[in-house]
């Protein structure tokens, strides 16, 4: 019976400092966390585009929670704030802009039971942010009797076939006795002024004759002609093989535009080819500083 006794008062004790410790565990945790937390330190900042990177030191001795940022959002015109663990040291701040100037942020570390230190104020700017660009084209519809050239190859390849939609009919300058050498150049006569464009073309299907340096050209009364550009690279010379030029944004509108042919692939005195088409382009800019 004593035996008996002697366990179950064991036990007691047992459970008794097992509650104990952990009221111990609990007090010393709860007095941790009612510490003044800590400041950060070195507080810097980096202007990125449409982005403010603040960075700042964690103490070796820190003992917060975490931190909160408070600033004024420029776009949402609105008090805000963003949180940083304790484990981190950097915060990005996003869609910001260099239009509105400085940005006064405000640092201030909390305790597990929000209560907070010291605030710290700092001043930043935003790089500037990215405009950005929507590009839609329009194909624009072409008839025969706006195609001409100066040396159409009679007894086959049609200018016409260049608007026909047949990949596998073509236009052929003249490669039958007499030839003439290069130039030679497709010509379109536009039914009204267009500016801003891009053209592109399809090459033969077999027996191939491309161009390899290209001239391209505007007018507005088809005498008068300004080169916009030559292009010596990158001009197909594959069988099917699909070309679509870069964005042209000449100073002034035309009525005219030639594809001029300067030397071909084997420096032939003709060239051929599938399918021809001009396209309008617009440009849409957002700039978000504006």
């Not at 001795?61 to 420029?74: A, G």
């Not at 891009?198 to 080169?227: H, K």
């Amino acid at each position: 019976m004593k035996q008996l006794f002697n366990y179950t008062a064991l036990v007691l004790a047992i459970i008794l400092f097992s509650s104990c410790d952990k009221n111990f565990e609990s007090f010393e945790e709860s007095d941790s966390y009612q510490d003044i937390p800590s400041d950060i330190a070195t507080i810097t900042s980096e202007s990125l585009p449409g982005q403010i990177l603040l960075k700042w030191v964690v103490p070796a001795d820190s003992n917060y929670y975490f931190v909160r940022v408070n600033y004024y959002d420029h776009l949402t015109e609105k008090d805000v704030y963003k949180v940083a663990s304790v484990h981190a040291d950097s915060l990005l701040i996003d869609n910001t802009r260099a239009k509105y100037g400085d940005y006064d942020f405000t640092f201030q570390t909390y305790n597990r039971n929000n209560q907070g230190g010291e605030p710290t104020s700092i001043k930043a700017k935003s790089g500037k942010a990215i405009a950005t660009q929507t590009i839609t084209t329009f194909k624009i519809e072409l008839t025969a009797d706006q195609l001409s050239t100066n040396n159409q190859e009679p007894s086959e390849g049609p200018i016409a076939n260049l608007v026909d939609g047949d990949v596998n009919s073509f236009f052929h300058t003249r490669w039958s006795s007499p030839q003439i050498p290069m130039p030679q150049y497709i010509e379109v006569k536009l039914n009204e002024p267009h500016q801003v464009f891009q053209f592109y073309y399809q090459n033969r299907n077999g027996s191939q004759v491309g161009a390899e340096i290209l001239e391209v050209q505007i007018s507005n009364d088809g005498q008068t002609w300004e080169s916009l550009t030559t292009i010596d690279v990158g001009l197909p010379s594959g069988s099917k093989a699909e070309y679509t030029s870069e964005i042209f944004q000449p100073a002034n509108s035309f009525t005219y535009f030639r594809y001029n042919v300067l030397q071909t692939y084997g420096s032939r005195n003709y060239f051929n080819m599938a399918e021809f088409a001009l396209y309008d382009v617009v440009i849409d800019i957002y700039d978000p500083e504006l």
